[in-house]
């Protein structure tokens, strides 16, 4: 069933400002909350949808928080072990766009129910699932891909039509920091029931009882219709066509435009290409860090002599406890810090949410390079710059949001989160993982087996996050050079 759209624009309210338009003075409309939508309700719409991405993203780090346990589980090399995350990544970027399309046109309180039930059905069958069956483990991972596609798609449009674009920043801020804070949890969740049980497998039985009472809460407390409005445009109805001023509420309209014209109309958008490919950079060295931080640690703890080698089924999980823990917190400041950066800059210059992200990008690389010259002699000082590395990342994460938000027509937002999902993860974290485990394997098989040797290989093959990381930030730059025109033409 499609939603009904019948909320009438109310007069304009003062001291309202759209992304950075208001350092220049104009003053924007905004939409008053009707009756039946009162703030308590959005707030409440909020909240589920912040648990929910805090459980989504606990259940795509499950595998990396326990990765040294079901690399010896399954017998896999650097290379093999990397594959499980791409392919993840893979079925998620992949099955955005069609969610992207459905979210434009279709029900998105049903399309999220759905996916949260079909990615916790499948985490809880993967649970099962033993040493003779790699494939099909594989196959469970895509699966759940597939399932968390729908969530990450959708979620935020919901949250942008439920607030007025001075106070979108703060709720999109509150809602991308589960991000890290997932991604944290993830990593001690699946290290704390491995110590706890002896057994891996464990790890994946929680999130799934997560997922129901997320979906419980879903089906409860957000309403089965929400109104697609924001500030600066007419009333749209589910096909994205504004209202003419005879038109009726609750009278559906037929889309003007096709799939296949929003993507040449956002491929157009200059500011929405380049903030996407910076997207990519920092999805690319996230992807990495993610999935081998813990595992680098414990070689190069191995390589100064403070660890033993692991030799029983279940190792020591300590890394993955601590880096979750520095994942958590660092995410946590950084959106904080980088929404109200945001907030304040942008009130005296227009350019400031790119310059931000190009910023926290560049230190963010340095960061990590240093982590990976002093890894070899000094671990606390690579946890520190580890976390320096995290901490500048996450400043990004509301901020490009953000962005995209308003340099794109409202009617295309869906589709355009949709694309900046595939792009980010087919050019981002689908490939980093495998990518940097092919690149050790080809290094370990130039040297004599050794911990050293594999220490080195994955410290060598961790130098391209660095590289990378900085590239991105030379993309955000470039965005600064056409988002004032951007966000005009998308105000029209």
């Given at each position: 069933?499609?939603?009904d759209?019948g909320?009438?624009l109310?007069?304009?309210l003062?001291g309202?400002?759209y ?9 924007c409309p ?8 009162p703030?308590?309700?959005d ?11 805090l459980?989504l ?5 499950i595998?990396?928080?326990?990765l040294?346990?079901i690399q010896k589980y399954?017998?896999?090399?650097d ?6 995350q791409t392919?993840f990544?893979?079925?998620?970027m ?7 399309y459905l979210g434009d046109?279709y029900?998105?309180?049903i399309?999220?129910?759905?996916g949260?039930?079909?990615w916790s ?5 993967s649970?099962f699932?033993?040493e003779?069956?790699?494939r099909?483990?594989i196959?469970?991972?895509?699966l759940v891909?597939?399932g968390t596609a729908?969530?990450s798609?959708i979620a935020?449009?919901i949250?942008a039509?439920?607030f ?6 703060t709720?999109l801020s ?8 997932g ?6 969740l699946a290290?704390?029931m491995?110590?706890?049980t002896?057994?891996?497998h464990?790890?994946f039985r929680?999130?799934p009882?997560?997922?129901g009472?997320?979906l419980v809460l879903?089906i409860?407390l957000?309403?089965h219709?929400?109104?697609?409005r924001t500030?600066?445009?007419r009333?749209?109805s ?5 209202r003419?001023a005879?038109e009726?509420?609750?009278v559906?309209?037929?889309a003007?435009?096709t799939?296949?014209?929003d ?9 929405f290409v380049w903030s996407s490919l910076?997207?990519?950079?920092m999805a ?5 860090l993610?999935v081998w931080?813990p595992?680098?640690l414990?070689?190069?703890q191995?390589?100064q ?6 030799l029983?089924?279940?190792?020591n999980?300590s890394n993955?406890l601590?880096?979750g823990?520095?994942t958590v917190?660092t995410g ?7 929404a ?9 210059y227009?350019k400031a ?15 990590l390079?240093t982590a ?6 000094n671990?606390?000082s690579?946890f520190i710059?580890?976390?320096f590395?995290?901490l500048?990342l996450s400043?990004n994460?509301?901020v490009?949001?953000d962005?995209?938000?308003y340099?794109?027509?409202?009617r295309?937002?869906?589709?355009a989160?949709a694309?900046?999902?595939?792009l980010?993860?087919?050019l ?6 495998y ?12 040297g004599s087996p050794?911990f050293?040797?594999e220490?080195?290989?994955?410290r060598h093959?961790f130098a391209?996050?660095?590289?990378v990381?900085a ?8 965005t600064?050079?056409?988002i004032?025109e951007d966000?005009?033409?998308a105000e029209r």
């Open positions: 069933a499609q939603e759209t909320l009438q109310q007069p304009l003062e309202q400002n992304g950075a338009a208001a350092a220049d003075g104009t003053r905004t939409v008053s909350v009707s009756r039946n939508s703030a308590r309700r707030c409440l719409v909020v909240a589920v949808l912040c648990f929910g991405n459980i993203f606990m259940d795509w780090f595998v990396p928080g326990i040294l346990d399954f017998g896999l090399s290379g093999k072990t990397g594959l499980l392919v990544t893979l079925c998620y992949l099955a955005a766009p069609i969610f992207g046109r029900n998105r309180k399309i999220l129910e759905a949260i039930f079909f059905g499948v985490t809880l069958g649970s699932i033993t003779s069956y790699y099909i483990f196959l469970s991972r895509g891909g597939i729908s969530y798609t935020p449009t949250i039509d439920l007025e674009e001075g106070k979108r920043t709720v509150i809602f991308y920091i589960f991000i890290p804070v991604s944290g949890c993830g990593y001690m290290a704390g491995a110590q706890s002896g057994d891996w464990w790890a929680v999130t009882c997560l997922g009472l997320a879903l409860l957000v309403p219709r929400i109104q697609r500030a600066r445009h009333a749209l589910i096909s994205g066509t504004r003419g005879d009726k509420p609750g559906h309209s037929t003007k435009t799939w296949c014209q993507v040449g109309s956002l491929a157009k958008n200059c500011s910076g997207l990519t950079a690319f060295v996230t992807g990495a993610g931080v595992l680098f414990y070689r190069a191995l390589v002599g403070i660890v033993p080698p692991c029983q089924e279940s190792c999980s993955s601590i880096f823990g520095i917190g946590i400041l950084g959106v904080i810090a980088g109200e950066a945001a907030r304040r800059l942008r009130k005296v227009n949410d790119p310059l931000i992200c190009a910023t926290s990008m560049l230190i963010s690389a340095l960061c390079y990976l010259v002093v890894a070899q002699t671990i606390l690579t710059f580890i976390a590395g995290e500048f400043v994460w509301a490009v949001t962005i995209l938000l340099v794109v027509t409202p295309r937002q869906s589709t989160i694309l900046q999902i595939l980010s993860h087919l981002g974290d689908a490939g980093s993982p990518l940097i485990g092919l690149i050790s394997n080809a290094l370990q098989a130039q050794s050293q040797c220490f080195q290989s994955m093959s391209l996050c660095a590289f990381g590239l991105g930030g030379a993309c955000f730059l470039l600064s050079l056409y004032e966000r005009r033409e």
